[in-house]
Nanobody
Framework: QVQLVESGGGSVQSGGSLRLSCAAS????????MGWFRQAPGKEREGVAT???????TYADSVKGRFTISQDNAKNTLSLQMNNLKPEDTAMYYC????????????????????WGQGTQVTVSS
């Protein structure tokens, strides 16, 4: 059974940085997609960044140049380095995973992923 556990959220001022981590276990797929999603109150869950088993990354336009997704296969950990944070980045952040199903780059659509963590809150104040 796949389990994803996020950590690293918190409160920062605008312009600050945070690093989120997602510990994955029970994963047996050789080709996979993993990603970070976020959901602000009253809004739909949106894709932030994804990475596949080959290391190919995809970013939402709103975070390009500020966020970096990475993975440590030895530790089964997914990370999201967030720099130059803005108040509009405030949301609950979720880690997600699934098989890649042959996609050459992992989708930012939440509907693609079947495995989710419980989320970690990020709050950015102006």
């Amino acid at each position: 059974q796949v389990q994803l556990v996020e950590s690293g959220g918190g409160s920062v001022q605008s312009g600050g940085s945070l690093r989120l981590s997602c510990a994955a276990s029970g994963y047996t797929y050789s080709s996979y997609c993993m990603g970070w999603f976020r959901q602000a109150p009253g809004k739909e869950r949106e894709g932030v960044a994804t990475i596949d088993s080959d290391g190919t990354t995809t970013y939402a336009d709103s975070v390009k140049g500020r966020f970096t997704i990475s993975q440590d296969n030895a530790k089964n950990t997914l990370s999201l380095q967030m720099n130059n944070l803005k108040p509009e980045d405030t949301a609950m952040y979720y880690c997600a995973a699934d098989q890649s199903y042959g996609f050459t780059s992992c989708p930012l659509s939440r509907n693609f992923y079947n495995y989710w963590g419980q989320g970690t809150q990020v709050t950015v104040s102006s």
